[in-house]
């Protein structure tokens, strides 16, 4: 084995997973467990929307199986692992004077105390898109700046109280693009009913993803505030994870350039423009007009500085061209492939992803270089094309996806050695889990899961991770 000693003694890496991706193990034991229903429980109940007709309540049965999961993530290398609690598991109904469900505060409980045992630091994060349903029947969820961010203050407040002298690292919102944009103006993702349709042809609102995305950052804020402010004490780091993949402008016309920033801007600079440099992208403000919330005063002093870290998820790189009709995009086109008309890498299991690793380098250097935060890399990872339709055997022997893995941990160490800041790894995912619209279909898992008997089998990339930090954390 040669070590290279490229990342820091104290680089912490680790798998990521969310709950609603990962604990249901039926539908009798979830309804046992005390969990209230989310708009994903909703969404999935409606025709057509998930691609295999898979159920958020039958998944990969974290709730019952977590001390064998910890224990083999522990047995793979990690030193850490992220999750998230489920909003309506804590607070069924989840508003801030609804009750508490006994049964799934002490669930995540238990389940920190065991990474702890293990030597996992816990990375937790309080919304990864499972929002309860009753929230959303109330007032429209995230449509609701003053009332959802009450009671998502409450819920955060629970969670600082209850898990904060074990859990050091907080994340609030896991993505919020995805929540306003594929959730909101797409259509593909929960709760997809808009109410303003400029579009007759399609579930396209012009102004509710803008809406619910700044709630999320207002309510985001508030949150962070509560726990610097109350819970100072407890000396942890709190902040929001991003999603944003690579845009690479498709040539050197003018066009194609200012497209690349615009989808940049619209992407990640839609989030990380008010958190970490205090206004929306000026490309964002020229594109809506005043479809775009402005901030208050008040609102962008809490806004302006309220993430510790950098939290970025990333996923693969695009070559981008002006004039497509996308606003949650910034208008650009997304193409897997230049003008030489060479595509970039072969098709994953999912259209909007591809093994794209030198856009990731450049990636962690422009966030650094434009945010100034340390970076704590949340997520990546790739869905193997056809692995579904694959025997077991074959399955586990994931070159693909060992090869993903291979070029993206090397571009993290190239942008290292650059001088970026970085302090965190986790791949996603842990195992094969429920891929929200595409259902069980697409498998993101270093761990194999056979749905039927909810086995597990580790994949060749999980080896392959645990190999590559061995040799690449300073000993
Ligand atoms: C992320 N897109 O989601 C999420 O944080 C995970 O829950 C998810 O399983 C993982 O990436 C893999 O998809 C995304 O359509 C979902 O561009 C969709 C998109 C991007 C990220």
């Not at 224990?71 to 989840?94: D, E, H, Q, T």
């Not at 600082?160 to 995805?178: A, C, H, K, M, S």
């Not at 009709?325 to 994953?348: I, K, Q, R």
Request: one cysteine or more.
């Amino acid at each position: 084995m040669t070590r290279t000693n490229a990342l820091r003694s104290d680089f912490i890496w680790g798998f990521a997973t969310a709950a609603a991706q990962i604990e249901g193990g039926g539908a009798e034991q979830e309804a046992a467990s005390g969990r209230g229903p989310s708009i994903w429980d909703y969404f999935c109940d409606q025709p057509g929307k998930i691609a295999d007709g898979a159920k958020v309540t039958d998944t990969c049965d974290f709730y019952t199986r977590w001390k064998e999961d910890l224990a083999m993530m522990k047995s793979l290398g990690a030193n850490s692992y992220r999750f998230s609690i489920s909003w309506p598991r804590v607070i069924p109904l989840g508003g801030k004077d609804d009750p508490v469900n006994k049964q799934g505060l002490q669930f995540y409980s238990d389940v920190i105390d065991e990474c702890l045992r293990l030597g996992m630091t816990p990375f937790v994060t309080l919304y990864h898109w499972d929002l309860p349903l009753e929230l959303y029947k109330r007032y429209g969820g995230w449509l609701d700046k003053e009332r959802v961010t009450a009671d998502f203050v409450r819920y955060a407040r629970l969670c600082f109280e209850t898990y904060g002298d074990r859990v050091q690292n907080w994340i609030t919102l896991n993505e919020p693009w995805v929540v306003a944009a594929l959730g909101h103006a797409a259509g593909a993702f929960a709760p997809c009913v808009p109410r303003v349709r400029a579009n007759p042809s399609g579930h396209v609102s012009n102004t509710e993803p803008w809406i619910v995305g700044h709630s999320l950052l207002i309510a985001h804020a508030h949150a962070v505030h509560a726990y610097r402010t109350e819970f100072a004490h407890q000396r942890g780091t709190i902040g929001i994870t991003l999603n944003g993949d690579w845009a690479e402008p498709y040539d050197a016309s003018p066009d194609n350039v200012k497209a690349a920033q615009d989808k940049m801007d619209a992407a990640v600079g839609w989030f990380a423009d008010p958190v970490y440099l205090g206004h929306y992208p000026a490309s964002l403000k020229a594109m809506l007009r005043d479809r775009l919330p402005d901030f208050t005063p008040a609102e962008i002093a809490l806004v302006h500085g309220s993430s510790d870290f950098y939290g970025c998820n990333f996923y693969t790189t695009n070559m981008v061209k002006a004039g497509a009709d996308d606003e949650t995009n910034g208008n650009a086109h997304l193409l897997f492939e230049g003008p030489d008309g060479v595509p970039l890498a072969p098709e994953s299991d999912l259209g909007w992803l591809r093994d794209v690793p030198w856009g990731f380098r450049k990636h962690l250097n422009y966030l650094y270089k434009r945010y100034g935060k340390p970076i704590y890399i949340t997520e990546n990872g790739y869905a193997v094309k056809g692995e579904s339709e694959m025997s077991a055997a074959d399955a586990v022997r994931d070159a693909d996806r060992v090869h993903y893995f291979e070029g993206y941990l090397g571009a993290v160490r190239d942008a290292v050695a650059d001088g970026v800041d970085v302090r965190s790894y986790f791949a996603w995912s842990c195992y094969d889990n429920f891929e929200w619209a595409s259902g069980l279909g697409p498998r993101f898992g270093c761990v194999r899961v056979d749905y039927d008997t909810k086995k597990r089998t580790v994949k060749d990339s999980a080896r392959f991770i645990g190999q590559w930090f061995e040799e690449n954390i300073t000993a």
